[in-house]
């Protein structure tokens, strides 16, 4: 792989100072990682539920990603990876050993920020992350958990920053969910009249709407369950 930076310049950085040092800790499987002891001159740039992402001011087009211990899906991602390839709207990953990836940084904001900042967010975005989902797609994965915190936006165009899921082949209506506030209620009000929306409102919304995902699934095993179980006492008296 032909790296336009110094990669050995930065692996030196991470393994003698950023990994010895950081502490990054999954408190609660829902809520973003808790970061601590974070060594000078690293940057923290987000934190996600599983993982804390860092750069380098001498490597500011490169993010590290580090996963919490005890939380899942760094073989996934790098798998993932793989099967991406280069895509405008994708990072690419460089490197990656047991629970760290070394990534190419996307540039932006995340949609959660933008909305909570009062940023215009235009529909191109919405329409290059559909793009960009398609073409995952076409490389034989399913797109997962697309959220306000996992898409970004930069002069207008849209990138995904996390794929760490697209392995998992059960649908996941998140991002059509966000298309739909999008375009009934953010398109026509909270743009328009350049609402902010709070981070503690944004919070209760992803709880409640976590909640009400949780409360709907349940229903449907339940429903399900009720159905099996009406068709097998249809068909023992059927047999006899
Ligand atoms: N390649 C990247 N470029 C820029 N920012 C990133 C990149 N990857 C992650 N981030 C930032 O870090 C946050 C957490 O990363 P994410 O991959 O979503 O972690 P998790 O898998 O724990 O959800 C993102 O919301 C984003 O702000
Ligand atoms: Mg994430």
Redesign the pocket.
Known sequence: MNHKFDLNGLLEEIYQHLLPKVKVESIHPHDP?EVDNLPQPWRL???????G?FYHPEYVDI?V?IYAPGRQ?FEEEVEVYSRLGEHPAF?QCYYAKPNFLV????PGT?LYDCIQRGMGIPKRVIEDVDEALEYAVSRGLYPHDIHA??V?MYEGRGYV??I?DFLHQETCSKWENFKKAYYWLYRPLLCPLGLRVPYFLLDIIRKGYRAFSSFKKSCHRQWGMLLSFKSQKHFKRFKR
């Open positions: 990682v740039l987000g934190r996600g539920n599983y993982a992402v993010v990603k899906g990072s990534l190419k940084r996307l995340t915190r996992n970004m920053v996390d760490s």
